[in-house]
């Protein structure tokens, strides 16, 4: 059966109804409109494992690679990159900045491309391109050779945390979003170890003319162009069209993230979505929160030069780089899981998780610099913060309605993140060495403050439950949709209010995870 294109969202009952095209009603609509049945939980158990088996290892894997790629430059740091290239100091934290502002600039574009084209196939095209890139810093002689594959990158980069995002909440419920989210951002640490290992590799390749460094980026770079041949033709780009899941379980996957009350996508830009999520408050809370969260990031392409600083060769730092990695891996898996498993919980374990950081910047600026070991057990304590932007990721895709609304939010959600990252290098001065009491300081208050934000943020939304819960039930109306059968009937469905696109502010009846 197929909408028709004309098709009119009208009340039943004749009351002051809304009237619109079947454009503005959510994809899913078509298939789940007019079932009465009840999902089975055994049924809906058994769609959610098969969608887990095909698409969560492409994400991880995704997830792994696109952060290994991005952090070469740290790795490649210490394999001789700035004396093969003659880079500066000031040039080498550009190289780490330019990445995020053009990450930056191309965020909003790459998000509305993402509602415009299939999600899979625009992101393999990403994919590809940034594996030439990827590649072709292994040809680079110069900074400014270095300067523009790396503006490349971001560009390309840029789709896909927003992709998964939507991918997220395509195919899963709010609860299982947040382990899902936090599945595939873990393999951030599995990056680390795996490019700390690679590394170590290199540095054990003896070829004329071709450095340590530069084989890193090729060997980086065939693997990402393999993945990005596999996204093409494996991965999904909605339940509606899923190619592993017959006709019956692609409907049965709609209806399970029904409770979601956010539908599956829309194709249409809707400008008074776009406009309500610039005026939200919760918008910016959580950019703020983004922004400051990742200003500390700049420690992931620092992180080998401050171990360096410590009195470690070259090979010893390359295989210590590993341990934040899983540390990393730990604490997002611990976060995550603790968040699900008790309710409306996601600000205070997302804070917690904060408590280490704080001791370990005390302990990498107050112990003596003949400290090896506590600086560091200090160094390593710092990572330990990273539930709290995980966490932050899944909690907004799960507080906010409308495809439109949600595209938007999510981009302005990484742009903060961008600037977060473009910020913090400039704060890593060679006047600052070795200590680095400056950017240490910086990043201990960005921590103070962003725990406190996710406290904030955990108030406004349960003061508008409260709000919501206050108003009257309105069960009145019924919003029916018209189809064509298989024997060209026109028929009217039911359509269910989550199906509309609604945004959250729209939909009096959708409540706020806390």
Request: with cysteine; proline share 4%.
């Amino acid at each position: 059966m197929s909408l028709e294109s004309s098709g009119v969202l009208k009340d039943q009952k004749h009351h002051a109804g809304v009237s619109l095209s079947t454009k503005d009603v959510d994809t899913g609509a078509q298939l789940v409109s007019g079932l009465t049945s009840i999902l089975h939980p055994d049924e809906a158990l058994r769609i959610r494992r098969k969608i887990d088996k095909h698409i969560m290892p492409m994400m991880c894997i995704l997830y792994w690679v696109q952060f290994m790629d991005k952090t070469t430059l740290g790795e490649a740091a210490i394999l001789g990159i700035e004396q093969a290239t003659n880079l500066t100091t000031n040039e080498y934290n550009w190289l780490g900045t330019v990445f995020y502002l053009s990450y930056l600039v191309f965020e909003y574009p790459q998000n509305l491309a993402l509602q415009r084209f299939p999600v899979g196939k625009w992101m393999s095209i990403n994919i590809f391109v940034w594996a030439i890139a990827l590649a072709c810093h292994a040809a680079c002689k110069n900074f400014a050779g270095l300067l523009v594959v790396r503006l490349l990158l971001g560009v390309c980069e840029g789709s896909i945390t927003a992709g998964f995002l939507i991918v997220s909440s395509m195919f899963y419920t709010r609860t299982e979003q947040t382990l899902r989210v936090g599945y595939w951002f873990l393999m951030n640490g599995t990056a680390q170890i795996i490019s700390g290992f690679i590394s170590f590799g290199t540095l054990h390749i003896n070829t004329t003319g071709f450095e340590p460094w530069q084989w890193l980026m090729i060997i980086t770079g065939l693997i990402t162009m393999i993945l990005a041949i596999s996204f093409w033709f494996f991965f999904p780009d909605s339940p509606t069209n899923a190619w592993f899941l017959t006709p019956d379980e692609r409907a049965k996957a709609v209806q399970r993230i029904k409770e979601n009350q956010t539908g599956v996508e829309n194709k249409r830009f809707k400008k008074e979505q776009m406009i309500e999520a610039l005026t939200d408050p919760k918008t910016w809370l959580f950019a703020l929160f983004s922004a400051l969260d990742n200003v500390p990031n700049s420690l992931t392409n620092q992180q080998t030069l401050i171990l360096a600083s410590f009195g470690f060769n070259a090979l010893q730092t390359t295989l210590l780089s590993c341990v934040p990695g899983v540390i990393e891996i730990l604490t997002i898996f611990t976060g995550v899981r603790l968040a699900t498993r008790r309710p409306n919980s996601r600000a205070y374990v997302g804070a917690m998780y904060f408590v280490p950081s704080w001791l370990g910047i005390l302990l990498v600026n107050l112990l003596p610099w003949s400290n090896q070991t506590g600086l560091l057990i200090g160094q390593f304590l710092t990572g330990c913060s990273v539930p709290g932007f995980v966490l932050s990721l899944s909690w907004l895709n799960s507080v906010t309605a409308g495809h439109t609304k949600k595209v938007v939010t999510n981009a302005i959600m990484l742009s903060a993140y961008c600037i977060g990252n473009a910020a913090g290098p400039f704060m890593w001065k060679t006047q600052y060495k070795p200590r680095n009491h400056v950017p240490w300081a910086v990043i201990g208050a960005c921590y103070v403050i962003c725990p406190v934000l996710l406290l904030v943020i955990r108030v406004v939304l349960a003061r508008e439950n409260k709000i919501r819960d206050a108003e009257p039930v309105d069960d009145d109306e019924e919003y029916v949709i018209e189809k064509i059968t298989e024997d060209g009937k026109h028929v009217e469905v039911k359509v269910d209010k989550e199906f509309l696109d609604l945004t959250d502010r729209q939909n009096r009846d959708f409540r706020y995870v806390l």
